[in-house]
């Protein structure tokens, strides 16, 4: 029993001097893949991913689309002799992956910089670390290819933890079977489909905020039709409606257009809101148009159900 002093004193000595990984791997907020970070790492509050107190080191986690994976494995079959990076394999809690090593500058500070890709199946997941060369000796390459090989994936992410990183609350999903951050924080989809079916085939709703506002209110209409016809995926536009409303007793804007989306060609019908304020919110349902009579009121049940965070 004497000697329980002297391996605490052991224990703690070592945590202290070799960067150690905790039990279960996190998974930074609206994102898939999550990693046990090394200790003396913290999440981040300005990236998804972790850094140190010092801001110093850091380690960016992250989707890609799904083809970036086939892509890097692909690139593997015909790199040329001798390149100065190339991917590594590295077995992971999550499968197979690849990545690369180097020694760059940041600014006028060396560092080391690790990149790491695996398949999640409809994406990509991504971590990058950046290591100062006054934290080497502690974050070693060993260090850091344990806490790459921790890296896991998670089907999907929760619909409240998504939701909860929204600019704004929603209160009405509408029975939309899938719920799926574009980029955390910034737009929503709700959809019927899948991202391995596709969208289009099916209603579905795109909702964010738009970071540019018409300079003056009588420019409102043309930018808001602008807005209709630049909708990522939509070919073959034609504008049916366009008409100044009222949403939730804010101005705001109604656009209804015909079109073709999706690799089939699906002949869709969108509709488009915009509610003016500090923020524009932008709210993008689009539906085959055989089922349009149905989607419709859902869309519009999920706009009214959107709400100012308090």
């Known amino acids: 029993m004497k000697s329980l002093p002297f391996l605490t004193a052991l224990a703690l000595l ?13 998974f930074p907020s609206g994102v898939r893949i999550g ?14 991913g972790f850094e140190s107190d010092d801001q110093t080191v850091k380690v960016l986690v ?14 593997l079959k015909n790199a040329p002799a001798g390149s100065p990076v190339k991917p ?26 690790y990149s790491m890709i695996l ?3 409809t994406f990509s997941g991504y971590v990058a670390v950046q290591i100062p060369e006054n934290a080497a000796k502690i974050y070693t390459d060993d260090a850091v290819r344990k806490m790459l090989a921790s ?16 600019p704004f609350k929603m209160t009405e999903l509408a029975n939309f079977k899938n719920v799926r951050t574009l980029a955390p924080g910034s737009a929503v989809v709700l959809a019927d489909g899948d991202e391995a079916t596709g969208y289009e085939p099916a ?16 420019d409102r209409a043309r ?24 949403i939730d007793g804010q101005p705001g804007f109604e656009t209804r257009l015909d079109g073709t989306s999706g690799k089939d060609n699906t002949a869709v019908t969108v509709v488009q809101w915009l509610r003016f304020g500090p923020n524009i919110l932008r709210i993008v349902g689009s539906s085959p148009r055989d089922q349009w009579s149905d989607a419709f009121p859902r869309f519009r049940a999920v706009r009214d159900g959107i709400q100012p965070k308090g």
Do not use: C, H, W
Request: aromatic letters at 4%; zero cysteines.
């Open 62 to 75: 992250t989707e890609l689309p799904a083809d970036a994976y086939a892509e890097v494995k692909n690139s």
């Open 119 to 121: 398949s999640g199946g």
């Open 203 to 218: 209603p579905y709703m795109v909702i964010g905020l738009l970071g540019t506002t018409p300079p003056e209110p009588g």
């Open 88 to 113: 590594e394999n590295i077995d992971t809690a999550g499968g197979p992956g690849f990545f690369t090593v180097e020694t760059a500058r940041d600014g006028a500070a060396t560092v080391r910089r």
């Open 223 to 246: 930018f808001a039709v602008e807005a209709a016809r630049a909708i990522p995926g939509v070919r073959d536009i034609k504008i049916t409606m366009a008409e100044a409303i009222r």
């Open 151 to 166: 890296a896991t994936t998670r089907k999907e992410v929760p619909v409240a933890e998504q939701l909860g990183m929204m």
């Open 14 to 26: 070592i945590a202290a001097t070799r960067p150690a990984l905790a039990d279960d791997p996190i």
């Open 35 to 48: 990693l046990t970070p090394l200790v003396g790492l913290v999440r981040s509050k300005s990236f998804p």
